[in-house]
Nanobody, 125 residues
Framework: QVQLVESGGGLVQAGGSLRLSCAASGSIFSINAMGWYRQAPGKERELVAGISSSGSTYYADSVKGRFTISRGNDKSTAYLQMKNLKPEEPAMYYC???????????????????WGQGTQGTVSS
C-alpha cells in the first residue's frame, strides 16, 4: 500500500503562486506515474498535470505555461508549482499515484491507484 500526503495549499490573491507538495510512504517502489487533480465544488475531478516515471509531463490546456509538475530524485515526492492563479481556480487539489508498469504519463483517473486526502487552494479576486 501507498499513502500520499499533500501540503502547501492556502489562500492567495489572484495572480499569486502556490507550491503543492506530495509525499508518498509505504510501498513507494511500486509507484510509477504521478499526477495532480483538482476538484471544485459541484464539478468533476479534473487532471491538472501528470508526470511519468521517466519525467515526461502532461498539462491541461488551462494551466499550460503557469503550472509546473516535478518529482523528487527518489520519485516518492511530487510537486506542483502554480503561478498566476486565477479567481476561478480555487479547488481541492489531490495527488495521485499509479502502480501501472508504464513509462508514459497517465491521464485517466481510473488508472491511478492511490490518492491523497487533498489540500485546499483558495484564490481571492
Amino acid at each position: 500500500q501507498v499513502q500520499l500526503v499533500e501540503s502547501g495549499g492556502g489562500l492567495v490573491q489572484a495572480g499569486g503562486s502556490l507550491r503543492l507538495s506530495c509525499a508518498a510512504s509505504g510501498s513507494i517502489f511500486s509507484i510509477n506515474a504521478m499526477g495532480w487533480y483538482r476538484q471544485a465544488p459541484g464539478k468533476e475531478r479534473e487532471l491538472v498535470a501528470g508526470i511519468s516515471s521517466s519525467g515526461s509531463t502532461y498539462y491541461a490546456d488551462s494551466v499550460k505555461g503557469r503550472f509546473t509538475i516535478s518529482r523528487g530524485n527518489d520519485k516518492s515526492t511530487a510537486y506542483l508549482q502554480m503561478k498566476n492563479l486565477k479567481p476561478e481556480e480555487p479547488a481541492m487539489y489531490y495527488c495521485a499515484a499509479s502502480g501501472d508498469y508504464t513509462f508514459a504519463v497517465i491521464t485517466t483517473l481510473d488508472r491511478y491507484d492511490y490518492w491523497g486526502q487533498g489540500t485546499q487552494g483558495t484564490v481571492s479576486s
